[in-house]
């Protein structure tokens, strides 16, 4: 998903995202969520050509870090989109 900065949307989560959770007495265990969401504001990474030697490793080892927390949570796919974007500039 991608947003812009004040822009709304809505998110569609189904049960079997509700896994491992305790379902509300007010939800049934099938049914899907629908989440109203606005992006206040976020703050951009510095491009990594504008970033200077330390900055750059530790921007490396943030990557590596979430990619290792996304992996331990099951979610392979992501992980590895992570770890891709720390081999190419370490």
């Known amino acids: 998903m991608t947003m812009k900065k004040?822009?709304?949307a809505t998110v569609t989560i189904s049960a079997e995202y509700l896994c491992g959770h305790?379902?509300?007495e007010l939800v049934?265990?099938?049914s899907v969520l629908y989440y109203?969401?606005?992006l206040i504001d976020f703050t951009k990474e510095k491009p990594f050509w504008?970033?200077?030697?330390h900055e750059k490793i530790e921007a490396c080892?943030?990557?590596k870090h979430d990619g290792n927390l996304?992996?331990?949570?099951g979610k392979y796919w992501r992980a590895s989109k992570k770890?891709?974007?720390a081999s190419r500039h370490c």
């Open 61 to 63: 080892e943030r990557k």
């Open 6 to 8: 004040e822009e709304q």
């Open 50 to 53: 504008k970033m200077d030697t």
């Open 83 to 85: 770890y891709e974007k």
């Open 70 to 73: 996304l992996f331990r949570a």
């Open 28 to 30: 049934c265990a099938n």
């Open 22 to 24: 305790e379902v509300s």
């Open 36 to 38: 109203e969401v606005t």
